[in-house]
């Protein structure tokens, strides 16, 4: 797949970049024109240098991507992404030298071929890439920040493109406070800038327990989004053994909602002695958390020693909503090093 060839580099979308007083700033991070096609229109943005310093300046053209968790990908070089734009933009200046205090004009120009079988949004970004500057690190060592803008271009051909989305998985990924991930797939041909909606929790008379928001996410024509949202509730405060309807509704901005679902199933805890231990384990502050593996009335260094040699049985795996110290809707080694930390503290 063309996408695992990505450089997967977190770069600065910001309009500022600062080290110890150092700094570039661009005027503009982001386009979104509506061209027809076979037209082009040209447009500009400013590169300020506020460091002490000159600058060289480097302007490219490159493909980039969100995963699944909504992180920027950029790649090695354009054309790499399905409905790339990246061959419809020129710019210049392609390298200059910026004096401190100075800025410089970069124009770009997008052409939209003649192309009838065009259809929605296509997209490409304008790199900005300053020199690196040297901070100083840890006793002995040096680090090497680049600055790196991404100018993002998306250019929807006019008068064409459809909005379809829906969600794809519903998942609870923990109970002590509740943890939803939703799932959305962008199924048209248009960019979805601003997705938003919620997460219900209806018990089982279809009264709605608790409502999570969901905040507005971008996503690209053709790609997923997953999001993890968690609810406001604080630890221990436990919805009661019982059904529930874990329900997500989004608004993409098409003439529906979309919704998915999942049911829940709380049961009852049935806490047994775990390995050798005389007594069942004991929720010792009320959290909805049984930290007290051992059930002796003590939380110590015994506790996750006992949990890391039996967290795999039954004891275990059936209350799992009692040993889920990290609240990720598992009991695994995780939840046994979460617990070590927890004595810790």
């Not at 096609?37 to 590169?47: D, L």
């Not at 909602?257 to 775990?274: A, E, F, R």
């Not at 005389?278 to 010792?284: E, H, K, M, V, Y």
């Amino acid at each position: 797949m063309r996408t695992r060839r990505l450089l997967l580099l977190v770069f600065l979308l910001l309009a500022w970049l600062a080290f110890e007083g150092q700094a570039l700033r661009i005027s503009q991070i982001e386009f979104e024109p509506t061209l027809p096609a076979g037209t082009s229109q040209t447009f500009k943005f400013n590169v300020i240098n506020n460091d002490t310093e000159p600058t060289s300046i480097t302007v490219s053209v490159c493909d980039w991507l969100r995963d699944l968790q909504g992180q920027n990908l950029f790649c090695k070089a354009a054309g790499q992404v399905p409905r790339s734009a990246s061959a419809w933009v020129s710019a210049a200046p392609k390298q200059f030298e910026l004096e401190p205090n100075k800025s410089k004009e970069i124009r770009f120009t997008l052409s939209v071929p003649t192309d009838k079988s065009l259809d929605g949004t296509y997209w490409t970004a304008v790199m900005v890439e300053g020199t690196p500057v040297t901070q100083p690190g840890q006793p002995g060592t040096t680090i090497t920040v680049k600055r790196r803008f991404a100018v993002k271009v998306l250019e929807t051909a006019a008068g064409t493109g459809h909005k379809d989305g829906q969600i794809s998985d519903v998942e609870v990924h923990g109970l002590n406070p509740p943890r939803v991930l939703v799932e959305f797939s962008n199924r048209g041909t248009l960019n979805l800038p601003k997705v938003s909606g919620r997460v219900e929790i209806r018990d089982q008379s279809g009264a709605t327990v608790d409502t999570i928001p969901i905040a507005a996410f971008p996503i690209l024509p053709g790609y997923r989004r997953q999001l993890t949202v968690t609810s406001a509730r604080k630890r221990g405060d436990l919805l009661p053994p019982g059904r529930y309807l874990i329900l997500a509704i989004l608004d993409f901005g098409g003439a529906n909602l979309v919704g998915g679902q999942q049911l829940l199933v709380i049961k009852p805890l049935q806490l047994v002695p775990i390995g050798d231990a005389s007594a069942p384990p004991r929720d010792l502050n009320g959290d909805g958390l049984y930290e007290d593996i051992n059930g002796d009335g003590q939380f110590n260094l015994a506790d996750p020693t006992l949990l890391g040699l039996h967290f795999k049985e039954p004891a275990v795996q059936d209350n799992a909503r009692a040993f889920d110290f990290n609240n990720d809707g598992l009991v695994n080694f995780d939840d046994v090093l979460t617990l070590k930390a927890m004595v810790a503290q």
